[in-house]
């Protein structure tokens, strides 16, 4: 008698989970057929008037390094090639405290006037979200992006970003660029990244932001209103997704994340062997 | 602190042919033709010629920080600065002015004289130099340059938990033409805030 009881709340358990599971399920498919009715454009469908050089705004460009001196030639390249005024890009390189390697590389090369570089003091947890919150009371740009050490974002995404940003109103505090797989063809592993990039940067978050939803920020390619970013107290370092956690405490604060349609590109992992 | 740019924008407006904040530099060995590149290059992008100097790395930036120092006779403390515990993470590096340690008097003798040979010779423009510095109420402050404490910066004390001292150097020069116009008149220094 017990045990037909106990079989029969368990029934009734599963069903109750297949059917939130499935309302959930159903809720997420509406979501992205909802996203791919909509137009969205790899490109600004139209030319958007950019201000001149002298009227730009300092922009703060954070980059949070881990022993990632393979890519730290491209990296600073990537910041060069970046079409805005080298006297108003505020680039820091973020390195943790006992980071020989990157220490050492860094002192190896001779950075551009207008990159810098900001060692985190040691303490816990040791998590990009933390590197970057060390760095942003420093960040003397009117706008702030985080970039990771192997992208490299489109020449013109600054520029664009501050027009966009100059058109949007008040409440837009954050852009998100697409974030775009540029070892495709690699190997299998790196296709299926293509995809997933693919679907979420070029499709769902675009979408998200159109209907003006709460859209889960990527990890990089996010350019904030720097004011705002420091009212919501940066990132939460102690949160392993601490891109996504953001977009919603964004749009809880009553901000909108708009769509910025410039590509940076960005190496997909070709193994599962950590890098 | 909105000092900065009023105050150089002032007295630049004054000197047509190389704005103030780096045509001191002239007296350091540095010549016109580069602080001329770099004030084109701080017009165009409407930056201070300062900055654009050390961004496009025209000049070393411990160098400027050195014969900044020198020219307006404070003591240069180089990348081994003593900060003291006073100094507080993020409002000294924000602010410019970061107290310094108790030990940093001990530097001050030698830091002084090892300057005082790099004084290039004529006179001051704005007058004599051992004038300035008896009228001068601004004794206690010292110069250092940004990016070497930003390296080092996990040797510094807690208070400032991260970073660097960093910035402070930038905003002290920036006030380097309010320091000296303050040792003339008998106004109060408007670095007071």
Known sequence: ?275 | MTIQGQAIGTVAAANPVLPIEIAFLQNHGVGADLLRRAAEAARRSGSFADEALLKLGLVDEAFFYQALAAEIELPFLGSDVPVGPAARFPYSLRLGLAPLAATVSRLRPSARKSFGSSKPPGASPTGSRSRRRRRCAVRSFASTEPQSPRRRRTDLPMPIRAGPIATAARRLKSCAALLSAACFSPAPSPISA
């Open chain 1, 1 to 275: 008698m017990l045990l037909a009881g106990a079989v029969a709340d368990l029934g009734l358990t599963l069903s109750a989970l297949v059917i939130v599971s499935g309302l959930v399920f159903l809720g997420m498919v509406t979501m992205r057929l909802g996203a791919i009715r909509e137009h969205i454009s790899t490109r600004p469908a139209r030319r958007i008037a950019q201000p001149p050089d002298d009227a730009l705004p300092i922009y703060t460009i954070i980059v949070p390094l881990r022993r990632e001196r393979r890519v730290l030639a491209r990296l600073i390249a990537a910041m060069v090639a970046l079409d805005y005024p080298e006297t108003k890009k505020d680039v820091k390189l973020v390195i943790e405290a006992d980071d020989r390697e990157m220490a050492d590389a860094l002192a190896q090369t001779a950075l551009p006037g207008f990159i810098e570089v900001i060692v985190a003091p040691p303490g816990e947890p040791r998590t990009k979200p933390r590197a970057l919150n060390v760095a942003l009371p420093l960040a003397r740009g009117e706008f702030v992006t985080v970039y990771d050490a192997e992208d490299v974002p489109h020449r013109d995404q600054l520029r664009l970003a501050v027009a966009t940003f100059a058109r949007a109103p008040p409440d837009v505090a954050c852009l998100q660029a697409r974030l775009v797989i540029d070892n495709t063809d690699d190997n299998w592993l790196t296709r299926f990244f293509t995809i997933e990039y693919a679907t979420l940067f070029d499709v769902i978050n675009p979408g998200l932001a159109l209907g003006d939803l709460p859209v889960p920020l990527g990890g990089t390619s996010n350019h904030f209103r720097r004011p705002v970013l420091e009212s919501l107290h940066g990132w939460d370092a102690w949160n392993v997704t601490e891109d996504a956690d953001l977009g919603i405490r964004l749009a809880l604060a009553g901000y909108r994340v708009f769509d910025l349609p410039s590509a940076t590109l960005e190496e997909a992992p070709g193994s599962f062997r950590p890098g």
